[in-house]
């Protein structure tokens, strides 16, 4: 069964630093994964998508992700964060009957 | 354009009640998805609704849980005889057609707290 794994539930960063977060996937085929945001008490934001093509995809917010078919990874990046990127942070992949499969969150927080 | 809507935001149930949740999709689009998160716990599919029809409930809860997505009017996510262990926030997701690309909108959710 497809499934994701996001290894880190909390990551801390100092606003101003670079940020990766973390993402596995189990999949079969060529997967299309997503990466989204939720911010406190808001519903959930795409931030970008990888379907094929160039396997580093660039989304809003500055965000980009990279996709590594050899280690099965599609972490997220970017370069320096600001206190606004606090939130929650879920990859998923889209499965064989086109549904989401969620990783757990990773929430970000941000120290000034 | 507006968004997905939910309603209510919150929602605040004791043991055994019921509990409607409700999903207006963004116009136009014919397919709705209901997720639940659980705190600590990333989402979970629930059910995939096109108008009128359940194409697949393989999250659903077999029992209390119930969806609709009439011709008219919102879909709903419907909970009977609520227990605690239902306190989630429960998100909608649109599109327009099937979701092949994942490119579903999401509502803001609504947080059901049992007491």
């Known amino acids: 069964a497809q499934s994701v794994t996001q290894p880190d539930i909390h990551i801390t960063v100092s606003e101003g630093a670079s940020l990766e977060l973390r993402c596995n996937y189990s999949?079969?085929?060529?997967?299309?994964l997503f990466w989204y945001v939720q911010s406190p008490g808001q519903g959930l934001q795409l931030l970008l998508k990888?379907?094929?093509?160039d396997t580093l995809v660039q989304g809003i917010k500055g965000f980009e992700a990279e996709f590594k078919r050899s280690q099965s990874s599609f972490n997220l990046r970017k370069p320096s964060v600001h206190w606004s990127d606090a939130a929650e942070y879920f990859c998923?992949?889209?499965?064989?009957?086109?549904?989401?499969?969620w990783g757990a969150g990773t929430k970000l927080i941000i120290k000034p | 354009n507006a968004g997905v809507m939910q309603n209510p935001r919150h929602l605040v149930r004791r043991r055994g009640q019921e509990a409607r949740l409700r999903c207006s999709p963004v116009?136009?689009?014919?397919?709705v998805y209901w997720y639940r998160q659980l705190p600590e716990e990333g989402l979970k599919f629930m059910v995939y609704?096109?108008?009128?029809?359940?194409?697949?409930e393989s999250g659903m809860p077999k029992e209390r849980f119930s969806a609709e997505f009439p011709k008219e009017g919102p879909s709903i996510l419907r909970i009977q005889q609520v227990v605690r262990g239902d306190s989630a926030a429960y998100f909608c997701?649109?599109?327009?057609?099937?979701?092949?690309?994942?490119?579903?909108?999401f509502g803001p959710g609504t947080r059901l707290l049992v007491l």
């Open positions: 997701a649109s599109s327009p057609e099937l979701a092949g690309e994942g490119t579903q909108y």
């Open positions: 116009k136009g689009h014919s397919h």
């Open positions: 609704l096109q108008k009128e029809n359940i194409i697949d």
């Open positions: 999949y079969g085929a060529t997967p299309y």
């Open positions: 990888y379907f094929s093509g």
């Open positions: 998923a992949v889209v499965d064989s009957n086109y549904q989401l499969i």
